[in-house]
């Protein structure tokens, strides 16, 4: 098990504070389980070593890795990998790992635009959600889910099909439709994403004779977070002339003022007209 202890990658050896590890040794045929401290990747102390590990048997399908959060300076957040290795010779070895873990784990949400989200019945809107966290570090989304099925309400992501790579950065294109019989209130809509969390950790934190062995690739997690929207009730009319009033009222009294000005100017000279036809 690796652990960061601070969130800061440029501490310890390429990020790692402490490591605790269970080792089998060829030579005496027995099971050590160590731990180690490292204060750069050049420099590090061993905390402590029991040599002969005895929690370990032939038919056991499981490993305990006891971590006493007084040893890693007792934090209030840290994070840790978990992995397993294989080392055959100073040039081939195989090696399983996790991602880092967030402990506490991070909590993701969505920021919307327009915010609130509001809808009709039988209304359909097309609007942009980004992926947020707790800590300020929501990573990169890379596709999105709805983890449960809403019958009534659906809720389609990239409608038209855009470039998902940006998806992290800007807001992600999402349509709502909604049904004409939806049921009116509040709807909290739970969403998997798959999120990228970068590279595991360096590579060069295991070397075998000076020679760096491994790259890499990205750590990929699975999360929820909660989509949050409304369903109104559709206008009444009286309420569609109002809106109407409200937003094209200025221009339709301005057009009519126009037309009431150029109509009372053709009155005035049809009238004045009919004067000079009678004085003649």
Known sequence: MLMDSDNNPTTGKYGVDYQKEIQWTSSTKTWNLLTVEYSSPVNSR??????NYSMLSDNQRYVLLPLRLKDITSPETYRVLFYSI???NQSKMLLDLTPWIDIPPTRYSFATSPNPVVITQGGQQDIGIQLKSNNGMAGKGVSFISSQNYSTIKVLFNPDKLNASSFGIAPTPVRIEVPSNAQIGQYIIPIL?????????SSKFIQLANVNVLSLTQGYLTA???????????????ERVKDFWSTYGSLVSLVGAGFAGGASTVVFEY???RKKEKRT
């Open 46 to 51: 061993t905390l402590n070593i029991v040599k």
């Open 86 to 88: 294989l080392i055959y």
């Open 193 to 201: 994403v798959n999120i990228s969390v970068g590279s595991m950790f």
């Open 224 to 238: 929820k977070a909660n989509l949050t929207m409304s369903v109104v009730e559709p206008p009444s009319v009286n």
């Open 271 to 273: 009238l004045k007209n």
